[in-house]
């Protein structure tokens, strides 16, 4: 791919498509956990770590799906 020239290309789309598809996943998560913004503002230290640990289980679930095929 390299030597073709369309090694960035493809790693632009994967990108993409990686990007896309955990905000995707982080959406569902919030919603399955009961996450809103209120609690933004009211307990910012569980939203926060809440948070976190959504985006890392989102990006696991990429790894596995785009990254480690």
Same mark, same amino acid.
């Given at each position: 791919?390299?030597?073709?020239?369309? +090694?960035?290309?493809? +790693?632009?789309?994967? =990108? /993409?498509?990686?990007?896309?598809?955990? =905000?995707?996943?982080?959406?569902?998560? /919030? !919603?399955?956990?009961?996450?809103?913004?209120?609690? /933004?503002?009211?307990? *910012?230290?569980?939203?926060?770590?809440?948070?976190?640990?959504?985006?890392?289980?989102?990006?696991? !679930? *990429?790894?596995?799906?785009?990254?480690? !095929?």
């Amino acid at each position: 791919m390299l030597m073709d020239g369309i +090694l960035n290309t493809h +790693l632009k789309e994967i =990108q /993409k498509t990686a990007d896309k598809r955990i =905000q995707q996943i982080i959406s569902e998560l /919030k !919603v399955k956990s009961d996450l809103t913004e209120d609690m /933004k503002n009211t307990n *910012i230290l569980y939203w926060v770590g809440t948070m976190n640990a959504i985006k890392n289980q989102a990006e696991e !679930v *990429i790894y596995k799906e785009l990254i480690y !095929v």
